[in-house]
């Protein structure tokens, strides 16, 4: 089966810097995105990965390693509106996402 | 404000009632979608339009409906509601099937 897996939950301080991972294991592959969704919120578009490597954007940065399966979300300076689920999805061979239960972000000052 | 428009925002409603959330879009996308979310679980596909006129079934599309008769509406319905059904439901676009997806604001429905 298909199968997306990242920390159900993580706590980082205001300022710090944080590393959130997921592993995935689907059939086939055509790109990794990240999302952010706050609380009682829609999700919004962060990131995405097709190539190994990392891709800068701002605070944040996104990192894929196609041969094992792995990406991970950096978020540097990290700010109170950065308490958030951030949700990890990847496209599979035939173009249909699927998605990681999500993180949730809690930055503490 | 471009973007897409989901109604109701919340609905409570009786087991074995019939229930229509609507979508529409204004950014002229191609493909659209319908994900539930529950607790503790990814986004869930229901149904799927890569273009008016044609639709797919997702990862639990039963006990759902769709259609899409132009590019901007994608109405879901549930044709008789089950408790089962109580949850966030996101309507959802892209430009193309595998292009970043743009969410409505979610429908909060509670079947009792």
């Known amino acids: 089966g298909q199968n997306i897996d990242q920390p159900t939950e993580m706590t980082a301080t205001e300022g710090a810097i ?17 999302y952010q969704q706050h609380a009682g919120e829609a999700p919004t578009f962060l990131s995405y990965n097709v190539l190994d490597g990392l ?4 605070r944040f940065s996104s990192f894929l390693s196609r041969s094992k399966g792995y990406s991970y979300l950096l978020l540097k300076e990290l700010q109170m509106k950065d308490s958030a689920s951030y949700l990890c999805a990847v496209m599979d061979s035939n173009y249909q996402l699927i998605w990681g239960a999500g993180t949730k972000l809690i930055i503490k000052p | 404000i471009a973007g897409i428009t989901q109604a109701p925002t919340s609905q409570i409603l009786a087991a074995g009632r019939r229930m229509t959330l609507r979508c529409t879009q204004d950014m002229r996308h191609n493909a659209m979608y319908w994900y539930r979310q529950d607790l503790g679980l990814g986004l869930r596909l229901i149904h799927y339009s890569n273009t008016a006129g044609t639709t797919g079934k997702g990862e639990v599309p039963d006990g759902y409906s769709v259609s899409r008769a132009n590019t901007d509406d994608f109405p879901l319905t549930l044709a008789s509601a089950v408790p089962s059904q109580t949850s966030v439901y996101f309507c959802a676009s892209s430009v193309e099937v595998y292009g970043e997806l743009f969410f409505g604001e979610g429908s909060r429905l509670t079947v009792l």
């Open chain 1, 18 to 34: 944080v590393q959130i991972n997921c592993t995935y294991q689907t059939s086939g592959f055509n790109g990794l995105f990240w």
């Open chain 1, 55 to 58: 891709e800068e954007k701002g």
